[in-house]
């Protein structure tokens, strides 16, 4: 017995050894004993069963029995938006093409949440318009409210039932009464720009933003922002420019921040991204605190029947100047870009310009020679249907209901609470089933042809959540379209300019690397 308990000991010295010396021989009872080889095994363990979980979220949709692709870890289907190769929007048009058999697509969007993008032009009426807009009213927009408590009073960011609330205060100041009350305002502006049109290479964006924001501190505050003019006179930079033209350009956060709005709140408050910089918070603030009456936007708000505390008039002041200018800015870039592209429709709007004129002694900025400009305003409708602001809307689930069929002899989906449904606006102006043709530039699809029926035009949304500053995005682009075309034609600035690519990073729609275009003088006919 004692040479077997020597010999056991004997036996166990030495296969203690081979741990410390050759892990490949370690049996279970062994691996409390060689730490290094436990925490490997553990490693192993939490990635397979990583890897499982993984898989099984990945293949949510098809254990449905539904057509999807793959969900790769973190990613989803996003890979290309996740490495800023490609927009978001460029992303859900290739889904969209790659499944034209499909009423809906089932996929998913970063950090794999499952996520349904829907195709049929009947759904989207019915999910913007008709029977299931209760069901998922709200805008899949992920703002702090706490932190960002100016942005929450932004119709289009709130949720339940406050968004008809913020809504309703808004509408009454873009009636067609108020537009003829704003239009001094613009034509102001646009005096202003016509005396500094460029004389050489010009970056589009850049003077598009001078003058709207030009615009909107007239027509909300009553203010000059001092965006144009001549520079010599002004003694420091406008705070206006410094503050709110790179907003919401691409910058080194802008991909972040973009993944926060739109899918994830945690990334929003981990990298604490404001939708508004507090500082802009407490200008905005400052400058409704500072109001002086007269007639712009704000004072028939705070003159309105629901009485409107202090903070409610500053976050109406916040959505009215951000919601103004930047998207009326990137409008009036790009339809400019595409008639230096298409110098026949350029052409077809000079000579529109100048029947207009004729008849209202050269006065363009009149109410009614405005209204006349039909060509015009189809060429920005149509450069707005290419150049979309946002490049798909968002809707979260709110109330479960149920989808048809994805295809036909398919079983109908049963949308659960807190589903995002994609409707992937820019992929749907570029179908060629709705479009012919659809990346030419052709105003006249605006102009000849009856109203869109469906949701084949989303350029400012559709049904009770569709954009309210509608007339007042068109009545200023149109303004300086008219302002700029009256005297000049548009080129590119360079002989062989590649095409405008859109960046990858940002929210809105935004160039790459910018909107370069020179202005040439002609003769009016």
């Known amino acids: 017995m004692e040479s077997r308990s020597v010999l056991h000991t004997q036996l166990f010295s030495a296969i203690q050894l081979h741990c410390e010396c050759n892990?490949?021989?370690?049996?279970?009872?062994?691996?409390?004993?060689?730490?290094?080889?436990?925490?490997?095994?553990?490693?192993?363990?939490?990635?397979?069963?990583?890897?499982?979980?993984?898989?099984?979220?990945?293949?949510?949709?098809?254990?449905?029995?539904?057509?999807?692709?793959?969900?790769?870890?973190?990613?989803?289907?996003?890979?290309?938006?996740?490495?800023?190769?490609?927009?978001?929007?460029?992303?859900?048009?290739?889904?969209?093409?790659?499944?034209?058999?499909?009423?809906?697509?089932?996929?998913?969007?970063?950090?794999?949440?499952?996520?349904?993008?829907?195709?049929?032009?009947?759904?989207?009426?019915?999910?913007?318009?008709?029977?299931?807009?209760?069901?998922?009213?709200d805008n899949a927009v992920y703002v702090d409210h706490q932190r960002d408590v100016l942005a929450s009073h932004n119709p289009f960011i709130a949720n339940g039932n406050r968004w008809r609330l913020l809504r309703a205060d808004l509408v009454p100041l873009f009636t067609p009464s108020r537009m003829r009350q704003t239009l001094p305002h613009v034509a102001q502006a646009c005096q202003l720009l016509r005396d500094q049109v460029p004389l050489g290479r010009f970056e589009a964006k850049d003077l598009a933003t001078r003058y709207t924001l030009q615009v909107v501190a007239s027509a909300i505050f009553g203010l000059d922002a001092h965006c144009l003019g001549s520079r010599e006179k002004v003694a420091s930079p406008s705070r206006w420019l410094e503050w709110l033209a790179p907003l919401f350009q691409p910058s080194a956060w802008s991909l972040l921040e973009t993944m926060s709005l739109l899918h994830s709140s945690r990334l929003g408050r981990l990298i604490g991204h404001r939708y508004v910089p507090l500082p802009l918070q407490h200008w905005f603030r400052e400058l409704v605190a500072a109001r002086s009456g007269g007639d712009n936007l704000l004072q028939w708000l705070a003159e309105s029947k629901r009485g409107l505390e202090m903070e409610e008039l500053a976050g109406h002041a916040t959505t009215l100047l951000l919601e103004g200018y930047e998207t009326s800015a990137m409008l009036l870039a790009f339809v400019l870009y595409e008639l230096a592209l298409n110098e026949e429709a350029q052409q077809r709007l000079h000579f529109e310009l100048d029947a207009v004129a004729q008849r209202h002694a050269g006065n363009l900025l009149d109410q009614v020679a405005l209204g006349e400009l039909r060509y015009a305003e189809a060429a920005l409708l149509e450069a707005l249907r290419l150049h979309p602001a946002m490049q798909a809307l968002q809707k979260r689930c709110t109330k479960s209901f149920t989808l048809p069929a994805q295809k036909s002899g398919a079983g109908e989906l049963k949308v659960h609470v807190g589903t995002v449904l994609v409707l992937p606006v820019q992929a749907i102006h570029l179908d060629s089933e709705l479009y012919p043709a659809p990346k030419e530039f052709r105003p006249d699809r605006f102009l000849h042809q009856p109203p869109p029926v469906g949701c084949r035009f989303l350029g400012f949304g559709a049904g009770p959540r569709m954009c309210p500053g509608m007339r007042l995005g068109l009545l200023q682009t149109k303004a300086a379209l008219a302002t700029l075309l009256q005297d000049h034609c548009v080129l590119l600035a360079d002989e062989g300019q590649c095409r405008v690519e859109v960046s990858p990073l940002t929210f809105l729609t935004a160039s790459r690397k910018g909107i370069w275009l020179r202005f040439e003088r002609r003769t009016p006919g």
């Open 23 to 137: 892990w490949s021989g370690l049996v279970p009872f062994q691996l409390f004993r060689c730490p290094k080889m436990l925490l490997l095994l553990l490693l192993f363990i939490l990635l397979a069963a990583t890897l499982l979980v993984w898989k099984r979220q990945g293949n949510h949709w098809r254990r449905l029995g539904l057509e999807a692709p793959f969900g790769w870890p973190l990613v989803g289907n996003m890979l290309d938006f996740a490495l800023a190769r490609r927009s978001y929007g460029e992303v859900y048009q290739e889904i969209y093409t790659q499944n034209s058999g499909l009423r809906y697509v089932c996929f998913y969007r970063l950090f794999n949440e499952p996520a349904i993008l829907v195709r049929d032009q009947e759904l989207l009426r019915h999910i913007l318009v008709g029977s299931n807009f209760a069901n998922c009213a």
